[in-house]
């Protein structure tokens, strides 16, 4: 099977590496303390490279589908990694980011769209929706890695705080679009094995998925667990709840720059 696409489709987009500049610049930053807001510096990182593991979500998606058989995703622009060319913008990268802002939960978006017919094979089909949260897994493992290489001693004390709170939203990411509801990437991998029947019964309701699972949220005793469970796997990494805590502190700048021992700004 052919997977041909023209070398303007696969052109990595300015709009991508402006945004891995502005991350590995932020990054520089929060390393060395260059900037005189410690807490503005990692708001950059974070949310720069929020968005570019969105992006890499979202090509994950395309690339694998392209793999699959669908030859369309290079028309639409998906192989350049250029947010602008995803379906939902809005979806996919304007509301994560806010709710990062908001909430340090690191919010599924929206996929890019996909032609079905051109797939064939369930296990295609499943693999084009996993690909996504399993680039939220791999760049969660690549963050952690200082973590648990046991070499976190020698990074500067703020930039472990903002890897590590960047890493949570990796994995809260992960977990959420992990879930079997429809409209997210977990009912995305286990549709193609089931029934006609129950696939036209739940289509209706894949629009209303993500917003189902943000409500369950609100709820005291599942939001706890939800982020118990986080902690959990984050610990596995070697990341603690005191590295997550001031990473988000130091992400929220406009609320001033947090004073805590052992860091000085």
């Given at each position: 099977m052919t997977t041909a696409v023209s070398r303007?489709?696969?052109?990595?987009?300015?709009?991508?590496?402006?945004?891995?500049?502005?991350?590995c610049v932020s990054a520089w930053a929060v390393w060395t303390d260059y900037s005189a807001s410690p807490g503005f510096a990692v708001f950059l990182f974070v949310v720069s490279?929020?968005?570019?593991?969105?992006?890499?979500?979202?090509?994950?998606?395309?690339?694998?589908?392209?793999?699959?058989?669908?030859?369309?995703?290079?028309?639409?622009?998906?192989?350049?990694?250029?947010?602008?060319?995803?379906?939902h913008v809005a979806l996919s990268i304007v509301l994560p980011v806010i709710f990062v802002i908001m909430g340090g939960i690191g919010l599924p978006g929206g996929a890019v769209f996909?032609?079905?017919?051109?797939?064939?094979?369930?296990?295609?089909?499943?693999?084009?929706s996993a690909a996504g949260p399993l680039t939220n897994v791999l760049f969660a493992a690549l963050l952690t890695a200082p973590f648990w290489l046991g070499t976190v001693d020698?990074?500067?004390?703020?930039?472990?705080?903002?890897?590590?709170?960047?890493?949570?939203?990796?994995v809260?990411?992960?977990?959420?679009?992990?879930?079997?509801?429809?409209?997210?990437d977990g009912y995305g991998v286990i549709e193609p094995w089931l029934s006609y029947r129950v696939r036209r019964q739940v289509e209706p309701y894949a629009p209303f998925g993500?917003?189902?699972?943000?409500?369950v949220l609100w709820i005291p005793e599942v939001n706890e667990g939800f982020f118990r469970a986080v902690d959990a796997i984050m610990g596995a990494l070697g990341v603690t709840e005191w590295d997550t805590y001031w990473g988000q502190e130091f992400f929220r700048f406009w609320q001033g720059e947090p004073q805590f021992p052992g860091v000085s700004v």
């Open positions: 303007r489709e696969r052109r990595i987009s300015p709009v991508f590496l402006g945004l891995v500049a502005i991350m490279g929020w968005i570019v593991s969105l992006c890499l979500h979202e090509y994950a998606h395309a690339r694998t589908a392209l793999h699959g058989g669908d030859l369309s995703v290079g028309a639409k622009g998906y192989l350049t990694l250029n947010p602008l060319k995803y379906t996909i032609e079905q017919h051109r797939i064939r094979g369930r296990w295609k089909h499943s693999l084009i020698r990074v500067p004390e703020v930039f472990r705080y903002a890897l590590a709170f960047l890493a949570l939203l990796q809260t990411a992960a977990i959420l679009n992990s879930l079997p509801v429809p409209g997210l993500l917003l189902a699972v943000f409500g």
